[in-house]
C-alpha cells in the first residue's frame, strides 16, 4: 500500500503487509515499511516488522547520498542498537546500545581502523563515565562499569587470567 506523507505530491510511504495465523487467528500485519523522506523518488528509510508487528530493523540513508549509514536493531519493539557510518565507507563507525529504550553505552572509532577508540558508559540516558584509548587518565577498577566483577574468593588479576584464558581460547 502506497500513502502520501505530509508535503508530499506523489506517494512515498510504501507499506507491505502480510497475513500471519490461520484460520480466526489469521491477522493482516505490516511486515515492511520503506519512507522517501526527502521526497526526492528514491526511498531512504527502511524499516522490517516481526509477524507481531513490532520493529525488528531499520536500514537508512540519513545524509540523502544514496549510501545506507544509519543501522537500527529492535527489541521487543523497541531500539536496542544503533550503528552509524559518519564517514562514508559503509561500515559502522559508531555503535550505541539501549536498554529499555534508553542508552546504556556507546563506543566510536575516531581513527576508522575498525576498532573502537572511546567507549561511554550511560546510566538513565545520561552519560557516567566515557573511556579512550590513549588517553593519560587511570581507571581504577575500569572493567567495574562494564559488569565485570571478580567472582566469590577470586582476585581482580584471577578474574582478568581466567577472562584472557577464554579470549585466547586456552
Known amino acids: 500500500i502506497e500513502t502520501t506523507g505530509p508535503g508530499a505530491i506523489q506517494p512515498n510511504i ?3 503487509f502480510g497475513i500471519v495465523g490461520e ?3 489469521a491477522r493482516k500485519v ?3 515499511r ?3 523522506t526527502n521526497l526526492d523518488g528514491m526511498k531512504d528509510v527502511v524499516r522490517t516488522y516481526n509477524d507481531k508487528g513490532e520493529a525488528l530493523h531499520e536500514q ?3 545524509n540523502y547520498n544514496g549510501k545506507i549509514d544509519t543501522w537500527i536493531s529492535f527489541a ?3 531500539i ?3 550503528e552509524l557510518d559518519s564517514n562514508g565507507d559503509g561500515r559502522p563507525n ?3 546500545f539501549y536498554v529499555d529504550g534508553k542508552l546504556s553505552r556507546a563506543q566510536r572509532d575516531r581513527n576508522y581502523d575498525g576498532k573502537a577508540d572511546v567507549w561511554e558508559i550511560y546510566d538513565g540516558g545520561r552519560l557516567q563515565r566515557g573511556i579512550s584509548r590513549g588517553s593519560r587518565e587511570q581507571v581504577i577498577d575500569g572493567f567495574r562499569p562494564f559488569g565485570y566483577n571478580p567472582a566469590e574468593g577470586e582476585t581482580d588479576a584471577d578474574m582478568a587470567r581466567r577472562h584472557a584464558e577464554v579470549f585466547l581460547d586456552v
Open 60 to 62: 537508512a540513508d540519513s
Open 30 to 32: 505490516v511486515l515492511c
Open 14 to 16: 510504501r507499506r507491505v
Open 34 to 36: 520503506e519512507v522517501d
Open 23 to 25: 484460520g480466526e487467528e
Open 76 to 78: 521487543r519493539g523497541r
Open 94 to 96: 559508531e555503535t550505541r
Open 80 to 82: 536496542a542498537k544503533v
